[in-house]
């Protein structure tokens, strides 16, 4: 199984612009979620969502957009890219938070740079 | 606010001391917890996790502790070893339904032989 696959790795983005982050699993979970680690920190949830078609806001949702219309997706879009928005952002998905684990699978990581 | 968070932002060990990262967490209301590993440059990966209505769960070497009376959690590493050697995270759930998982900012643990 390819787990939790986020692209692109690695991404520089000049300020104003514009870009979506892509995140796919194909373990058949209900939740996926994209937290942010800035350098030495821990993780920040931006959003969330429990299916298809419903999303929520995390700690840090501000500048950031999220859609969800299938079970396997989950794209973050970045509009107007800050430098603030630096960061390495982690996809994780997990088949419920309140079955017998709550287990997340993470993806490798996104890093991101907004010079 | 209400938050989660550590108390020792680094903890160094010798090569088979138990090793002992503690975690303050200030929501009363939160009912299940996580304790994850981050090696550098990969994403978290899951060690162990605990409900609120359990004090105590052993895995492979590890062991969570919750004591709710004071909002106190504490992973315990038995002979560590230095692929131990790592950033560790602990997690609650908040929201809905408890499906927002909210990590700590972590505490570095070094392992020298």
């Known amino acids: 199984n390819a787990g939790v696959t986020q692209t692109p790795k690695f991404r520089i983005l000049k300020i104003g612009q514009s870009m979506t982050l892509q995140c796919a699993q194909d373990?058949?979970?209900?939740?996926m979620y994209w937290y942010r680690q800035d350098p030495g920190m821990g993780l920040k949830l931006i959003y969330y969502?429990?299916?298809?078609?419903?999303?929520d806001k995390g700690e840090v949702p501000n500048g950031y957009n999220v859609s969800r219309s299938t079970t396997e997706d989950f794209p973050l879009r970045l509009e107007l890219a800050a430098p603030s928005q630096t960061s390495v952002y982690f996809c994780a998905s997990s088949y419920s938070m309140t079955a017998n684990t709550g287990e997340l699978f993470f993806g490798e990581g996104s890093r991101l740079t907004v010079l | 606010g209400e938050s989660v968070g550590l108390h020792l932002p680094t903890l160094s060990v010798q090569e088979g001391d138990n090793s002992i990262i503690n975690c303050a967490y200030s929501n009363s209301a939160s009912d299940y917890f996580i304790w994850y590993k981050q090696e550098s440059g990969k994403g978290p990966q899951f060690i162990i996790d605990?409900?609120?209505?359990?004090d105590k769960r052993q895995g492979q070497r590890v062991t969570v502790l919750l004591n709710k009376t004071v909002k106190h959690l504490s992973l315990q590493i038995a002979a560590t070893q230095p692929g131990d050697s790592a950033v560790y995270f602990c997690?609650?759930?908040?929201?809905?339904?408890?499906?927002?998982?909210?990590f700590g900012k972590g505490t570095t643990l070094s392992v020298s032989s």
């Open positions: 605990i409900r609120s209505n359990m």
């Open positions: 969502s429990v299916g298809a078609g419903i999303t």
């Open positions: 997690a609650e759930t908040r929201g809905q339904a408890g499906t927002a998982l909210i």
């Open positions: 373990m058949n979970h209900n939740y």
